[in-house]
């Protein structure tokens, strides 16, 4: 009984002595992994037909591979605080990943109030002139369709921003039916 009691006792010294602690900082447990939030923005660029020159019809308009446009994006006091120009996929799509992008401000910084997209470059010369097709000239203002990207530690929110036209630079010749 004196073992018994003297065990007993041990084991009580024990957890007096060392006391169950959580998880310290440097173990895996502890570490919480933070998510990472991108934006992204997503436009197609085309090459808006004669037959519709200076209107936003996109009828008969034909995408442009590896067309380039800019996203630029302002704070809150009107000054540059994001500029990067993204190239088009072979089907005229850009999928513009904003990597440092930053607000200050979380309602006057948002990319909805802050960010526009402009067609900067297309690789036919004979479709190389910029369009107004949803305010291109100025920059396309983004649009939220909810659309997002989900992983283990990523999302990605994704705003629109186009479609986006360059126009051909002769459409003289073009006849009327």
């Known amino acids: 009984m004196a073992t018994r009691n003297l065990s007993i006792l041990s084991l009580l010294l024990l957890l007096v002595a060392f006391p169950y602690t959580e998880a310290g900082e440097d173990s895996p447990k502890a570490k919480t992994i933070e998510k990472k939030i991108d934006v992204v923005v997503e436009a197609v660029v085309y090459c808006q037909s004669c037959e519709h020159f200076g209107t936003w019809s996109l009828i008969g308009a034909k995408p442009i591979p590896s067309a380039k446009v ?7 006091k009107g000054h540059i605080s994001y500029y990067k120009v993204f ?38 010369e004979t479709c190389s002139l910029l369009s107004n097709v949803n305010y291109g000239l100025n920059g396309a203002p983004l649009r939220y369709e909810d659309k997002r990207l989900h992983g283990s530690n990523y999302e990605a929110v994704i705003y629109a921003a186009g479609p986006l036209a360059f126009r051909p630079n002769d459409c003289s010749k073009t006849t009327h039916d």
Request: hydrophobic share 30%; aromatic share 12%.
């Open 70 to 76: 800019s996203v630029t994006c302002k704070n809150h």
């Open 87 to 124: 190239d088009a996929d072979k089907n005229g799509y850009v999928y513009a990943q904003l990597d440092g992008f930053k607000m200050q401000h979380d309602l006057l910084d948002h990319p909805l109030h802050s960010c526009h997209v402009k067609p900067v470059w297309s690789p036919f």
